[in-house]
């Protein structure tokens, strides 16, 4: 069994900061890529930010330059760090990683954790 726990939503105002993690724990052989996406009300759920084993990184254009995405391998866990916050990146923020669990290598599976809100407002 595999579970991640995301850590860090809240509310923030306009023009603040949040850091976001998420740890992975269980029967975890390797992990591959780990990222983070968001649903916004109303909205279908997308990608924010992911980054690879080997720390190559990938975001949404709309938050380059304000988001970022970094791991500890060590630890399992993956952090976003979100600087100059717009209520416009309201929404419930979920991890994501692609896993090999002790139990079957060969394969890869999607984990999700279960959801943080993030509220930006005044």
């Known amino acids: 069994q595999v579970q991640l726990v995301e850590s860090g939503g809240g509310l923030v105002q306009p023009g603040g900061s949040l850091r976001l993690s998420c740890a992975a724990s269980?029967?975890?052989?390797?992990?591959?890529?780990m990222g983070w996406y968001r649903q916004g009300p109303g909205q279908q759920r997308e990608l924010v930010a992911s980054?690879?084993?080997?720390?190559?990184?990938n975001y949404a254009d709309s938050v380059k330059g304000r988001f970022t995405i970094s791991r500890d391998n060590a630890k399992n866990t993956v952090y976003l760090q979100m600087n100059v916050l717009k209520p416009e990146d309201t929404a419930v923020y979920y991890c994501?990683?692609?896993?090999?669990?002790?139990?079957?290598?060969?394969?890869?599976?999607?984990?999700w954790g279960q959801g943080t809100q993030v509220t930006v407002s005044s």
């Open positions: 980054i690879t084993s080997a720390g190559n990184t």
């Open positions: 269980g029967s975890i052989f390797s992990i591959n890529r």
């Open positions: 994501n990683a692609l896993i090999r669990t002790t139990g079957s290598i060969v394969y890869q599976y999607n984990y």
